[in-house]
């Protein structure tokens, strides 16, 4: 069975972490969605808190290494990547911007990207759209239509059989995500090549 990277980065600064929790959910969607292709999904989960002074460093001299560079170095393989902030002083979190100000130019062309973000109130969600998406469009990411905003009423909502906004939005955007990084890069070259002649047919004729 095919497999497929995805790379999975929770901008979540508490633990236990709502942004973390989201990024999970949205993960198991995707995973789900990609498994009903009959594609296998390897997964790497990333807590930038971990990587906060490491970023600090490479802002400042240019240069990532250690645990940050095996980052970098995964997202520039990576099929998809799932991307969840915190909404602060309503915008994305400076943890995940600095993180995203390391990166190579280059390092998203063309990778499908799903964006979340989780904040106390409704009223943050647009924060990913004039915030998060207008940088992801910046590094030329493909960023999937639907982006998941989590308020604190939506937890509480998700375990409810009558009211399942969150859950149902998870899952349209898991599914959008897991059909772009199905499709990308990925050709079927099975046959292409049997109508063309071998060089010996080539030379002696």
Do not use: C
């Not at 995940?96 to 969600?125: C, I, M, N, Q, Y």
């Amino acid at each position: 069975m095919t497999t497929r990277s995805l790379v999975v980065l929770s901008g979540g600064v508490s633990q236990p972490s709502s942004s973390r929790l989201l990024a999970d959910r949205l993960t198991s969607a995707t995973v789900s969605a990609l498994a009903a292709r009959g594609l296998n999904t390897e997964v790497r989960t990333v807590d930038l808190r971990d990587l906060a002074h490491a970023t600090v460093d490479a802002t400042l001299t240019g240069f990532a290494s250690g645990p940050l560079r095996e980052v970098l170095d995964a997202l520039a393989s990576a099929d998809g990547v799932v991307l969840v902030s915190p909404v602060f002083g309503a915008s994305v979190a400076g943890l995940v911007k600095s993180f995203l100000d390391v990166l190579e130019p280059g390092t998203l062309d063309g990778v499908p990207v799903l964006l979340g973000a989780t904040g106390g109130t409704a009223r943050h969600s647009l924060a990913l759209e004039y915030a998060l998406r207008p940088t992801l469009a910046y590094l030329r990411a493909a960023v999937v239509p639907t982006a998941v905003f989590a308020a604190t009423d939506d937890w509480a909502e998700a375990g409810s059989d009558d009211l399942r906004p969150l859950p149902d939005r998870i899952d349209r955007a898991g599914t959008e995500l897991a059909a772009a990084v199905a499709e990308r890069g990925h050709v079927d070259t099975a046959g292409l090549f049997d109508d063309v002649p071998s060089f010996s047919d080539l030379l002696g004729g």
